[in-house]
């Protein structure tokens, strides 16, 4: 008999399952890979899982909605032995992930949880982003800074996994990529914001995201690459910032270290806001 820890425990692997295979683009947006998602969802045989996605292929025009949007061929050309063949994969958006796994064998105990994990993401994406564009700058900086926040906590654990030691010297490799080798010191000189003062409490929510999508990308760049040394996690780091900042300035953006800074940072609203509330 299976205890409940031990069901809860084996949920939440599977959960993080479908999280360790997802993929994010250039430009922020999120895709898994069929192939990959064929061997977590346990399809042996790719013609089976591929008669599964055509199901969902249907599911989605029958939706009114392109299918293209959803499902972007994205096959290559493999060696195998003297010869070189094209295997067929897909780029495949969140919510063609969810049709997938509705028209997958449910008997599959992973399948079911691949039911809930995509109903229940793609709902929470859909409210986010309808919340998010309701907030204010400040509101919009705080759910920013919660995100950063969490996600350091998880690069930290990643890189202390992956060699780092000195995660000072780690993370001002990201910050020299994103902001043209500038450092957090040198950010923070430039902010003028006082000693020992978090920098990432004095960015607006546009430059926070920018910090994020380093953050991101890092931690699943050691993981996908499983990357080996701190020299070398240093340098995924720079590379990476570095991208984002390509990226940027290819769609015309503003670069990071140009954005306007608060006139006040979270601490100090933090502060405002415990006095009002304790004044009502």
Known sequence: MVTKSKEIEKKEVSYNTFEEIKHIDENGNEYWLARELQITLEYKQWRRFESVINRAKISCEKSGIKIGDHFANVGKMVKTGDSIREIEDYSL????????????????????????????????????????????????????????????FSLNQTAKNVGVKNFDKFHNYGYKGLYNGETANDIAKRKKIRYREDILDNMGSEELAANLFRITQTESRLKRDN??????????????????????????????????????????????????????
Do not use: W
């Open 93 to 152: 958006s969140r919510y063609a992930c969810y049709l997938i796994v509705q028209n997958a064998d449910p008997k599959k105990e992973v399948v079911a949880l691949g039911q809930t994990y995509f109903t229940i993401q793609t709902r929470k994406q859909e409210l986010i982003e309808k919340e998010y564009e309701n907030l204010t700058e400040d509101e919009k900086r705080f759910y920013q800074r919660n995100l950063t926040r969490k996600g350091n």
């Open 227 to 280: 990357i080996k040394g701190e020299n070398n996690a240093n340098k995924t780091h720079y590379s990476i910032g570095k991208n984002i900042r390509e990226t940027i300035k290819k769609n015309g953006g503003i670069m990071p270290e140009n954005l306007p800074t608060p006139e006040k940072s979270l601490k100090q609203l933090e502060k405002e806001n415990k006095l009002s509330n304790n004044g009502k």
